[in-house]
């Protein structure tokens, strides 16, 4: 692959990690228990899921290290090797020598070091020959003394450059005041250079050329100056989210023991920081989804084991940083939503939107759990009902500018994905005109920004619609809500701005879409109090005040508008949706995959080993399976025997990709009915992408 993602890097990193540490624990149990057959095919799992993994990523050294090291158990394994005192010292150099890739990655971005006396001294080892391993690791000490002192010459030279000052919070927050006068006075400086153009333009005169070319080159790096400090003074009042974080791990075990529930907390460390005004709200909206989950998403012991679950259940909190935002993500392992006991709740409570419910899709249906009081939960308890203190949650979410959406499946789990910016010090948006009105619209809550001629709507009962990925969005003009006159501009082609608010999209047709900005907020003055669809003001290039417009609140008054059900509308003209199942015990084979394939436009469910993914096959119909070869409890020879077995996925094409291309393997797939097989050292995007296409007739 040319280029990897953050993400996928982050994750790899991750996961080897974790590979790492279950591989030493394997390693010492099989020095004592020399036939533990289980740890020694676990243990060749990981280092074949390290193996390839790091093939799949360009990271060769890594890549040579753990397949050595594969060598040696698979040598142990055919009775070839024991598993001596040499052995063990050997394999943990090799692995803390992987860690040590590891970090270089983090750091440097390449896992490239020399590793040629390790893949020796492995190799000689997995032949069966004897080795000196005092030798080798008096070696490699000696190697790793000589780095060292690199190493601490580099940080000498630093350190003494170093210096550490203690400053109050509030000084830093008048800082960050002080860089909105400053970033407003640059707009007028701006403004200034569009005059003198005009008239340069006007007098022809080469003097003024030069004048305002330098003017523009000053301003320029006067902008890239503000914008880079004002950077650095927000990271001042940044504090790590592990704060909030922790004491969930306790909140946890003791509720679940008030509740006789058996549960335990996976909370991944992270060393993400994100501004301290949005922790103080983060923490009482962990603690609303969190008791959530306690309360009525986790099943008794009882029910899980009847429901062949294992009876100790889990709530995990992971943290992920995307460029300037966070995602965080708190999922359990219970029962999971039940959409049909949500819809019947929403008709009882909304009875005058009987038919907009009915026809309401499960993502849909998910925005009544924010409503104040619904709740699907008969019997409330000291915690909450699924429910019961949401429409709280979405309350604090907004207030740090950020959005949330659920996922769930019935008997699976449940999972609220929260989104939101890592700093409230500035607010992005875009400064669009309506009727020469001039406002600004958060950033967070526009997915897309579109333009469209008029010909290209689609009228329906009065209401102007336009298709945008295979779906309908009505569209409404912004001056509806501050003129009389509603429609369209005159122009040929409209701006649009697509908005998403509670699971569902709307377009926001303007005038212009001026510039994208990041400028601190002002309070919304006495007299606009009573105007919901305005959330306070900045001042633009013209020191001019500029309305903040709330996008729910426009999106609430847009919705009370449409007047058509496009829901038969989209079911006769929706474009068939490819939906493909991976399944892979790795995490970042299944999010390389993923991501492939969801680029090219295929919906993707994901499964962990065999018996996972023929699980999923058989609550759904897949257009195509694609599955690894080795997989904890079942394979991947023999999830696609059961699939051939069943008649809904006999004809059904599978695509195997696996590291393990040797002749008897292809020809135990191809005789099981696999329609194509993909070497791991072969992976590229193209070649994936291509084959699907191929066989689901794209």
């Known amino acids: 692959m040319a280029k990897i993602s953050a993400d996928i890097t982050e994750s790899f990193v991750a996961e080897v990690n974790e590979l790492l540490e279950a591989a030493r624990k394997d390693i010492i149990e099989l020095k ?33 290290l753990s397949h050595a090291v594969e060598d040696i158990y698979k040598s142990v394994k055919d009775g070839q090797v024991k598993n001596s005192e040499r052995l063990v010292k050997l394999v943990f150099a090799v692995a803390d020598k992987i860690s040590d890739c590891v970090s270089s990655i983090v750091k440097k971005g390449t896992d490239e070091q020399n590793i040629e006396l390790y893949l020796q001294y492995c190799d000689k080892l997995a032949a069966g020959e004897l080795i000196d391993i005092d030798a080798f690791i008096s070696e490699i000490n000696k190697e790793a003394g000589e780095q060292s002192e690199e190493d601490d010459e580099e940080s000498t030279e630093s350190v003494s450059e170093i210096q550490s000052i203690r400053i109050k919070l509030s000084r830093v927050n008048e800082i960050i005041t002080a860089f909105d006068t400053m970033i407003t006075r640059e707009f007028r400086l701006k403004h200034q250079l569009d005059e003198l153009k005009k008239l340069e333009e006007k007098n022809g005169s080469h003097e003024l050329t030069k004048i305002r070319k330098q003017f523009e080159s000053d301003i320029f790096a006067l902008e890239t100056s503000i914008f880079s400090v004002q950077e650095q003074v927000f990271d001042l009042r ?21 509740l006789g529930k058996n549960v335990k907390c996976v909370i991944p460390p992270t060393d993400i920081a994100i501004d301290k ?13 969190v008791r959530n989950a306690l309360d009525h998403g986790i099943e008794t012991p009882e029910e899980r084991k009847a429901a062949g679950k294992s009876e100790q259940g889990t709530i995990s909190i992971t943290c992920v940083r995307e460029t300037k935002h966070i995602e965080l993500r708190i999922s359990d392992d219970g029962r999971g939503l039940d959409y049909e006991k949500i819809r019947a709740k929403a008709l009882k409570v909304y009875p005058e939107r009987s038919a907009e419910i009915s026809n309401m899709s499960d993502r849909e249906l998910s925005q009544f759990l924010f409503q104040s009081g619904f709740s699907t939960k008969d019997n409330v308890t000291e915690l909450s009902g699924r429910g019961v203190g949401l429409d709280v949650v979405w309350t604090n979410v907004e207030k740090i500018k950020g959005r949330i959406k659920i996922e769930s499946t019935a008997g699976k789990g449940t999972s609220f994905i929260l989104h939101f910016p890592l700093s409230l010090s500035t607010l ?4 669009v005109f309506s009727n020469r009105d001039k406002y600004l619209i958060p950033s967070q809550h526009i997915v897309d920004i579109i333009y469209r001629k008029k010909s290209e709507y689609i009228t329906l009962q009065n209401q102007s619609f336009i298709r945008l990925e295979g779906q309908l969005i009505s569209c409404f003009s912004l001056s509806s809500l501050f003129k009389d006159q509603k429609g369209f501009n005159s122009s040929d082609a409209d701006s649009i701005l697509i908005a998403e608010y509670m699971e569902q999209r709307i377009g926001i047709i303007v005038d212009q879409v001026q510039q994208y900005v990041s400028l601190v907020v002002k309070p919304l003055p ?56 991976v399944v892979d015990d790795s995490d970042t084979t299944r999010q390389i995959e993923t991501s492939i394939l969801e680029s090219g436009g295929f919906a993707v469910d994901t499964a962990v080993d065999g018996i996972d993914g023929l699980e999923k096959a058989k609550e759904k119909q897949f257009d195509l399976v694609m599955t690894d070869k080795d997989m904890p409890r079942m394979t991947g ?36 009915g696999a329609n194509a097989i993909i070497a791991k050292s072969d992976f590229r995007r193209g070649t994936l992408i291509e084959a699907v296409n191929k066989l689901v007739n794209v």
């Open 277 to 289: 005004v949005i922790l103080e709200e983060l923490g009482d909206i962990l603690m609303h989804l």
């Open 637 to 672: 020879l023999v999830l696609l025997d059961n699939l051939r077995r069943m008649e809904q996925y006999k004809e059904v094409p599978v695509i195997v990709v696996s590291a393990d291309q040797s002749p008897e393997v292809l020809q135990e797939f191809e005789r099981l």
């Open 428 to 431: 992005q948006g875009l400064f």
């Open 32 to 64: 004592a228990v020399q036939n533990d057959t289980v740890a020694l095919t676990r243990l060749l799992r990981n280092l074949h899921t390290i193996k390839g993994n790091s093939r799949m990523l360009g990271f060769s050294t890594i890549e040579k």
């Open 238 to 258: 940044m504090l790590p989210i592990s704060i909030v974080l922790r004491p969930f791990e306790n909140t946890i075990a003791i509720e679940s023991m008030n």
């Open 526 to 581: 006495s007299t606009f109090k009573n105007f919901s669809i305005l959330q306070g003001i900045v001042f633009d290039e013209h020191y001019d005040i500029v309305p903040i417009l709330h996008v729910p609140d426009i999106l609430k008054k847009f919705k009370s508008l449409r007047g058509y059900d496009i829901k038969k509308y989209e079911a006769a003209t929706k474009k068939r949706t490819i939906r493909i199942l």
